[in-house]
């Protein structure tokens, strides 16, 4: 079975500032992971996903993701955030590149202030 | 094209009555998934269809939800009759089944008093 734990249900950063959300996983077999956002009133969106191609993920909106096997995370990370990054975003696992169902992480919510 | 659509958007119920949740996939997407997040908890997986059959209905959580998928195309999921703890945003997520990439709707609020 596999789990997702992202640390802090709430992030909060000033405009400009480094956008650094956290995700750690549990996998028994080579994981699939996937960073999705929430906008308000809208779904889900795929933001990246690791498919072992490439340990650093580039994703849109200027975010990416490093995967790092021994420390079993996938951290999203922005260089300057902006105003219209604020949005819940969900870590996913999937264990195969077919059909295998999502397992969530419960969610970090990212505030920008001004 | 269009996206996963679903509808209601909202639905507020008394306990005990029933609601039926529609979702609409992407056409050609042969996979419809359908998850569930419940106030502060995670999204959670509820079932999978490929096609028109159940792939994995592991994750129902008891014998008042009912799902199906007409002819491989929409989804219906009816709770009856509906509970408390039944309230929550339910999301449809649907993928082509050559990716794992799954694209989702914008979810339905479910309220019940």
């Known amino acids: 079975a596999q789990s997702v734990t992202q640390l802090g249900s709430h992030v909060s950063v000033s405009e400009g500032a480094l956008v650094l959300l956290r995700c750690n996983y549990s996998?028994?077999?080579?994981?699939?992971l996937f960073w999705y956002v929430q906008y308000p009133n809208q779904g889900l969106q795929l933001l990246l996903k690791?498919?072992?191609?490439?340990?650093l993920v580039k994703g849109i909106n200027g975010f990416e993701a490093e995967f790092k096997k021994s420390e079993t995370s996938f951290h999203l990370t922005k260089p300057s955030a902006h105003m219209s990054d604020a949005a819940e975003y969900f870590c996913?696992?999937?264990?195969?590149?077919?059909?295998?169902?999502?397992?969530f992480g419960k969610g970090t919510m990212l505030l920008v202030s001004p | 094209e269009a996206g996963v659509t679903q509808f209601p958007s909202h639905s507020v119920i008394e306990k005990g009555q029933t609601v039926t949740l529609r979702c609409d996939p992407i056409?050609?997407?042969?996979?419809l998934y359908w998850y569930r997040r419940v106030m502060g908890k995670e999204i959670k997986f509820l079932l999978h269809?490929?096609?028109?059959?159940?792939?994995?209905e592991s994750g129902m959580p008891n014998n008042r939800f009912l799902a199906e998928r007409t002819g491989g195309t929409y989804s219906t999921l009816k709770v009856q009759p509906a509970e408390l703890e039944d309230s929550g945003v339910y999301f449809c997520?649907?993928?082509?089944?050559?990716?794992?990439?799954?694209?989702f709707g914008p979810g339905t609020r479910l309220t019940v008093l």
């Open positions: 997520a649907s993928s082509p089944g050559t990716t794992n990439e799954q694209f």
């Open positions: 269809f490929v096609k028109e059959s159940k792939q994995d």
């Open positions: 996913a696992v999937s264990v195969d590149s077919g059909y295998s169902t999502l397992t």
């Open positions: 996998s028994s077999v080579p994981p699939y």
């Open positions: 690791y498919t072992s191609a490439a340990t």
């Open positions: 056409s050609g997407h042969d996979n």
